[in-house]
């Protein structure tokens, strides 16, 4: 008998020992994404050379990242599982950590959290930024049909 685990396996084994790979990570987000999705609320600050992306994660939300080009700051407050160097830790209350370039996470909230993402950008116009920062921008959910996103949810602050 083959003893080779499945790919799905595989990926479940990475989720427990440290960062998962982004491979890993997508499999998981192909497969949520045949599920409805939920919107995120997103809203974004650009001021000072920096960006600040925010979403508000409702209780019970099982979600993935894109995978980012650039150095950044996740701040967070809420009660969230998530990926990490150091493999899938609860964090609670309010968070800093920092995230190399290269992070693709996954994590499900146990009460609402809010995750703000920070970075440097010399940009303004919010599409650039994103394609800046991701690869991934067409599976942000500011990019996808059927999620609601206003621009004035977008604030700008001119020095």
């Known amino acids: 008998m083959d003893q080779t685990p499945a790919p799905l396996v595989e990926a479940q084994t990475q989720f427990l020992a440290g960062m998962p790979s982004p491979e890993a990570v997508r499999q998981m987000e192909t497969f949520l994404l045949q599920f409805p999705q939920t919107d995120l609320q997103t809203s ?3 001021h000072g050379g920096m960006v600040a ?3 508000l994660i409702p209780a ?3 979600l993935t990242g894109a995978l980012t080009n650039l150095d950044n700051l996740c701040v967070l407050f809420g009660d ?7 493999g899938p830790q609860r964090l609670t209350g309010f968070n800093v950590l ?3 370039a290269g992070s693709k996470r996954a994590g499900i909230t146990h009460a609402d959290t809010w ?5 440097t950008t010399d940009l303004t116009d919010i599409a650039a930024i994103e394609d800046e920062f991701t690869n991934e921008s067409d599976l942000l959910q ?5 999620i609601c996103y206003q621009e004035s ?3 700008r602050l001119e020095p």
């Open 44 to 46: 974004h600050v650009v």
């Open 53 to 55: 992306r925010t979403i």
């Open 60 to 62: 019970g939300t099982v």
């Open 80 to 86: 969230i599982t998530v990926t990490t160097d150091a």
């Open 98 to 100: 920092p995230a190399a």
């Open 115 to 119: 995750w703000t993402t920070v970075w």
């Open 142 to 146: 500011t990019r996808r049909e059927g």
């Open 153 to 155: 949810d977008l604030l």
